[in-house]
């Protein structure tokens, strides 16, 4: 069997940009304006949005909750190409806009799924993926919030409990009409080179691949989401990333000091051409992987990854926009909350919300056409 050369870590490396006080007080500033940003859009946005309309239609409430968060979304990759002058460059497959798709990829480090964002603005998505993700995220202030707002699917990492949530979840997203990115990362967790090798092992002692650059993927989750949504999709993206210099963490990106380049490998895949037994699906994902350790050994050696695509850089003009219109909304309904006493009520009441919601997993379900149906329905059997 043929083998891949490890990808080492160089996590030990030095920095790309060095730290400096310039970019302490710069990252700082960048936690600020996103916390405060991020808690402005959620307590004022997500009651009317995610819930009172929600509870006329999930189609619409889905649209327009979409629409607003992506706003805050794209300030992500505002910074990362615009401010903090990361190279992101596209390689393999070009995708279509708006495909209804699940996206899969490797798990390099704390951040990779941050970057699916990257690819999702410049293919008019970013504000339908929905990532599944270990359940502590949701426990995160704020953000763990917007997760839930997003309609993430958070997961125990234990399959007997995790399968009927995910199945439960899952069925709410097969409208073929509702656009929908859902994001995976089969790996389940993010590499080391101890996890690395304990997944070689295993996967020795069972006859599988054994892989070098990523870790052998968990099967039960890909096959069962793709089992739900087969009828829907129309492709499965698999995604290979990997980073120039230092892999890099959330503070990372904040600071400006990692990473240099982002490199990103997709292919696209009709979902007609993954066999729907569960056999064949999970022979896919293997040999998905498989690939996956022969492009990233590739990468060590040459830098880059095959079959370049020209993707068009971000708009300077479009992305600053963008940042004002956030900030200005922030700033409005930030002097209201400090000016007016029923703006202070409402944001208890809608941090109130958000806590409980979050924690249950509460998520409001339309009966106001389910009563309009009725009266009709009475209606007309007069």
Request: glycine share 4%; with cysteine; hydrophobic share 45%.
């Amino acid at each position: 069997m043929e083998t891949c050369k490890p990808l080492k870590s160089n996590t030990c490396s030095k920095k790309h940009r060095p730290m400096n006080l310039f970019r302490l007080i710069r990252g700082l500033i960048c936690l600020v304006v996103f916390i405060s940003t991020a808690f402005i859009f959620l307590v004022y946005f997500a009651p009317p949005f995610a819930v009172i309309l929600r509870l006329s239609s999930i189609r619409w409430s889905r649209k327009v909750t979409s629409f607003v968060f992506s706003l805050w979304l794209a300030l992500w990759p505002f910074l990362f190409e615009k401010v903090n002058r990361t190279r992101v460059v596209f390689y393999g497959d070009t995708v279509p806009s708006k495909e209804r798709v699940m996206v899969i990829a490797n798990h390099r480090t704390e951040v990779d799924w941050m970057y699916l964002w990257d690819l999702a603005l410049r293919k008019g998505c970013l504000g339908h993926i929905k990532y599944i993700l270990k359940n502590s995220l949701m426990k995160l202030p704020v953000f763990g919030w917007g997760f839930h707002v997003l309609e993430f699917v958070p997961l125990e990492r234990r399959w007997e409990s995790d399968e009927p949530v995910l199945r439960q979840m899952l069925s709410t997203f097969t409208d073929a009409q509702d656009p929908l990115w859902l994001a995976i990362f089969p790996e389940g967790t993010d590499f080391t080179e101890q996890k690395s090798k304990k997944s070689q092992k295993f996967a020795a002692e069972v006859g599988l691949p054994v892989l070098y650059n990523v870790l052998l993927p968990k099967t039960k989750g890909f096959c069962a989401c793709l089992e739900v949504l087969r009828g829907s999709l129309d492709a499965v993206y698999d995604l290979t990333i990997a980073y120039k210099n230092n892999c890099p963490s959330f503070l990372d990106n904040v600071f400006g000091v990692d990473p240099s380049e982002v490199h990103i490998h997709v292919r696209r895949i009709p979902v007609k051409d993954i066999a729907p037994s569960e056999g064949d699906s999970t022979g896919w994902l293997i040999n998905s992987f498989q690939l996956k350790d022969k492009l990233l050994s590739s990468f060590k050696i040459q830098g880059h990854f095959p079959d370049p695509v020209a993707q068009h850089e971000l708009s300077s003009f479009k992305c600053l926009a963008n940042f004002m219109l956030v900030m200005f909304l922030t700033a409005v309904f930030g002097f209201l909350t400090f000016s007016f006493v029923w703006c202070k009520i409402y944001i208890v009441l809608s941090c109130a919300y958000l806590a409980s919601a979050t924690n249950l997993n509460i998520r409001p379900k339309p009966f106001l056409g389910s009563i309009r149906a009725l009266f009709c329905f009475k209606k007309n059997k007069k």
